[in-house]
């Protein structure tokens, strides 16, 4: 259990313990196959999703970026038109085929990438800063969360910028919903954004926080795409839990325009801060 001191909580161990054994995504996303249908579905409507990032964040013509876990370019490929210059950090081996790819795709010249995980980056030699604009958006998995957060703050001239679960995700919902049918116990959540304000404001960064609903959205031929699709999710190992699964998902796709269709909302904090300068 994490660390009490009288009435203080230790933020940092609590989000070591509920990171603690959990896949890391990047694991999953090293496959191109999972890491295609996400760069399909970050493209989908022009982009959207990354569209909807460029909104929340405060940047020019001539901004420097720096994206923590950028995917297949979320944010990178829509942002790297209306910026001077781009550093799209991704550890995944998919992830990066597809970044590389939309990069080509796009004629970008302006970014570059940097296959490691954040953890790893040498901010003086892995990097181009310093950066106006640091932005990990649902990309912290990283089990030491302070030092993460001080590495970002470091390369960081300007804005500093996250995105993270207030509250359980839609798609964690769906998980605990037959975790323990599946597992033969409950689900365990992740860290939530208050872990990352009580971190911060343990650090002396007292950060602004708004909050937005993101629309998590995934579309499908048939079951059999869906429940190959999900199965890493899920932890399935054995036909008696494909079959808890199919179950599971006939009772959530709903049929749209021909395909099948798994949709929900998740509560999303923002948390944002400007450096302060001593002059």
């Known amino acids: 259990m994490a660390e009490f001191m009288g009435n203080v909580i230790d933020w940092g161990e609590l989000w070591k313990q509920k990171t603690a054994g959990k896949k890391e995504c990047s694991m999953l996303w090293n496959d191109k196959k999972y890491a295609g249908r996400y760069d399909e579905n970050v493209k989908a409507n022009n982009w959207r999703k990354g569209r909807r990032l460029i909104r929340e964040l405060n940047v020019t013509m001539r901004s420097r970026v720096l994206d923590i876990g950028a995917g297949p370019g979320t944010l990178t490929i829509p942002i790297a038109s209306m910026v001077k210059h781009v550093t799209a950090v991704e550890p995944a081996d998919g992830m990066m085929w597809y970044l590389k790819k939309n990069i080509a795709e796009k004629g970008l010249d302006n970014v570059a990438c940097v296959h490691k995980k954040w953890e790893d ?78 971190i911060l404001y343990g650090m002396g960064i007292y950060p602004n926080i708004k909050m937005y609903k993101d629309e998590y959205l995934e579309s499908f031929s048939n079951i059999n795409d869906a429940v190959e699709y999900y199965r890493p999710f899920y932890n399935i190992e054995n036909y008696r839990q494909e079959a808890i699964l199919r179950d599971f998902l006939r009772k959530k796709l709903i049929r749209k325009n021909g395909r099948l269709i798994l949709k929900g909302y998740s509560n999303i904090a923002k948390i944002w801060w400007k450096k302060r300068y001593d002059y």
């Open 121 to 198: 980056v040498d901010i003086a030699k892995d990097l181009e800063g310093p950066y106006d604009v640091v932005v990990a958006s649902l990309s912290l998995g990283m089990p030491d969360i302070k030092a993460a957060l001080e590495k970002m703050n470091a390369a960081s001239s300007a804005y500093v910028y996250l995105f993270w679960p207030a509250g359980v995700t839609y798609w964690e919902a769906n998980y605990a919903e037959i975790w323990h049918e599946l597992h033969g116990k409950e689900f365990r959540h992740g860290p939530r954004c208050d872990c990352l304000y009580n």
